[in-house]
């Protein structure tokens, strides 16, 4: 069992910036693809980027590429989501998940069938 908690979120004017954490637990996080989704008020839960258990691999949706940065640190069992030039329609929020097949986070079908979660973190974005 993993569980995940994210931390970081808050309020921040457009153009800004915020960097999301999601700690772990368990001593197999290296083991652990991760990844954020986001959900905004009205919408559907959407991917925004993922890491491999190793780091070296990343992907990103359109929307945040160029803008957000994922990144581990496996010895503090911890994945970040740094957000730069952040936009209105950034607002949302922002869920931590976690599985063994990166593919899951890739492949948008598979998407559903990830098994952890985190219970999420408010980023709002103010103009």
């Known amino acids: 069992q993993v569980r995940l908690v994210e931390s970081g979120g808050g309020l921040v004017q457009a153009g800004g910036s915020l960097r999301l954490s999601c700690a772990a637990s368990?001593?197999?996080?290296?083991?652990?693809?991760m990844g954020w989704f986001r959900q905004a008020p009205g919408k559907e839960r959407e991917f925004v980027a993922t890491?491999?258990?190793?780091?070296?691999?990343?992907y990103y949706a359109d929307s945040v590429k160029g803008r957000f940065t994922i990144s581990r640190d496996n010895a503090k069992n911890t994945v970040y989501l740094a957000m730069n030039s952040l936009k209105l329609e950034d607002t949302a929020v922002y869920y931590c998940?976690?599985?063994?097949?990166?593919?899951?986070?890739?492949?948008?079908?598979?998407?559903?069938?990830?098994?952890?979660w985190g219970q999420g973190t408010q980023v709002t974005v103010s103009s």
């Open positions: 998940a976690g599985d063994v097949w990166y593919s899951k986070f890739t492949i948008a079908t598979m998407r559903q069938g990830i098994e952890y």
């Open positions: 368990g001593r197999t996080f290296s083991t652990y693809a």
């Open positions: 890491i491999t258990g190793n780091g070296v691999m990343t």
